[in-house]
């Protein structure tokens, strides 16, 4: 598969779409049913192209890096139609729908696999096809019993609701508000502050009581905060779909036929299972107790080990309980396994089999190995060596390329791209926001950069304690 970047020239194009008066929004996935396009008359004499143009965009549903691996509902959907027609797929990311709809329209790619939403200002550039998603805005609250649950909109005259400021949310409490006759505290924050993902891990935290979301994004989210409850809706649901360009219905015919079919049907169950239902948090926290004397009955192995690379024991110990709870039998929803949660391409690479990966020896063996890669690569970008551990500790759990994007915004942004806490920490977190990884310094797209900021602390707490506990 090849992916490519985008190119200046489209921008003109992207500019005549514009003019053209098309008014463009994002579009979101997850719910059920199809386009209901009729197959046209030439669609079983038109082949199939030898390599699939797609256009796609970041985020959290479509495409995204792991771990260096490109994941993404839609991006692992397309990526399942073009090997099943036997195509090549050549991805294009782009900015935003306004640029990759330009692309289509231009012919510089065959389908958008983004959920473009189906309304009449796409029905001249889009064609919908593939499977029809529904998605609503819905409240996200804290978990609670079933009678302190709101469950009724009326039950927010009265309340606080945080929303980003003048977004689609923004925009669809106040017209609540006036439905319901006021009454509901609506509470605007700036987007250069805070997005959508910050309120949501806000309302987890009880910093703020109530926010608004699309049903994807608080899907997706809730296998990262199990605390919270999303069932209720408070707007009409919004059809979106794949797309290609209305001269290609042959396309579209031939993507709703290979979407009815039973592999591709079983395949799209266990993606919406990846990724809008397996939990995304790390296992549950046990109370760390060194009484005994040790870490975890792992100890020699730990030690063993981390003189491979030079580390403290006891930090590469910290490492396992943060990825695993030193439980081997840890699969997780992307697929990494053993104690020291290896993604199976990369104990491959390091020479490890899958059927070796939930051995212990093994996967702490593999683990300093990958560890010593990640340090020998971060040696240029920061000299100190106990500082960059910090930052290898983090590209272990996100992947180098995050980390090289955190580096580059922080250097771009005013603040010491060497230094990990308060500077290039903080970058990380910002590559949820459109704006900052959209930026051309980032080659690596959106990440939700919470779970890697919190996996260094959780790391670094461990082994604090340990160190006062435990002898070297």
């Known amino acids: 598969m090849a992916v490519g970047r985008w190119h200046k020239a489209i921008r003109v194009l992207m500019l005549s779409v514009i003019i053209g008066g098309m008014v463009m929004s994002c579009g979101s996935s997850t719910g059920n049913g199809d386009t209901g396009n009729e197959v046209s008359a030439d669609t079983v004499a038109h082949p199939l192209p030898d390599t699939l143009r797609v256009v796609t965009l970041y985020s959290p549903t479509s495409f995204f890096y792991y771990r260096e691996l490109e994941m993404g509902y839609d991006y692992d959907l397309i990526s399942r139609f073009a090997s099943d027609k036997d195509m090549k797929l050549h991805l294009e990311v782009a900015p935003s729908l306004q640029s990759a709809v330009a692309m289509l329209d231009s012919g510089l790619v065959d389908v958008i696999a983004y959920e473009v939403p189906i309304t009449s200002q796409y029905k001249s550039h889009v064609l919908p096809c593939g499977v029809e998603n529904i998605t609503t805005q819905v409240l996200v609250q804290p978990k609670k019993s079933k009678g302190e649950r709101i469950s009724d909109v009326t039950q927010l005259v009265g309340r606080e609701v945080y929303v980003e400021q003048n977004s689609k949310y923004h925009q669809r409490l106040i017209n609540l508000n006036e439905e319901l006759g006021g009454g509901i505290i609506i509470k605007p924050i700036d987007r250069d502050t805070l997005i959508t993902e910050d309120l949501i891990a806000m309302v987890s935290d009880g910093e703020i009581p109530l926010t608004v979301v699309d049903s994807d994004i608080a ?26 360009s209305p001269d290609d219905a042959w396309l579209a015919d031939s993507i709703n036929a290979w979407a009815t079919e039973e592999s591709p049907r079983k395949a799209r169950a266990g993606l919406l299972k990846r990724y809008y239902e397996m939990s995304k948090a790390t296992p549950g926290l046990f109370t760390l107790n060194f009484s005994g004397g040790r870490m975890s009955a792992y100890d020699g192995l730990f030690k063993k080990y981390a003189k491979d690379i030079g580390w403290d024991w006891r930090l590469l110990s910290s490492m396992g309980y943060a990825e695993s709870r030193y439980d081997s039998t840890q699969v997780s929803w992307a697929g ?16 490890l089999t899958l059927d070796r990966m939930s051995d212990n020896a093994a996967s702490i063996s593999t683990a300093t190995k990958v560890i010593a890669s ?15 551990k910090k930052f ?28 990990w806490d308060g500077s290039v920490s903080e970058m990380i977190l910002l590559k949820t926001k459109p704006e900052y990884y959209n930026d051309p310094v980032c080659k690596y797209g959106y990440f939700h950069g919470r779970q890697t900021h919190e996996y260094v602390k959780t790391v670094y707490n461990c082994y604090n304690k340990a160190v006062k506990q435990i002898q070297t």
């Open 219 to 244: 899907r997706i989210n809730k296998t990262y905060y199990n605390d919270l409850d999303i069932t209720l809706q408070i707007s009409f649901p919004q059809r979106s779909a794949w797309g290609v």
């Open 336 to 351: 990494a396994r053993g104690i020291m949660q290896l993604m199976p391409a990369t104990a491959r690479a390091f020479g």
């Open 374 to 388: 990640l340090d020998n690569s971060l040696k240029r970008h920061v000299p100190d060596p106990e500082e960059r």
């Open 392 to 419: 290898v500790i983090a590209a272990y759990n996100s992947g180098l390329a995050h980390i090289l994007d955190g580096i580059a915004l922080a250097k771009k942004l005013g603040h010491d791209p060497q230094v």
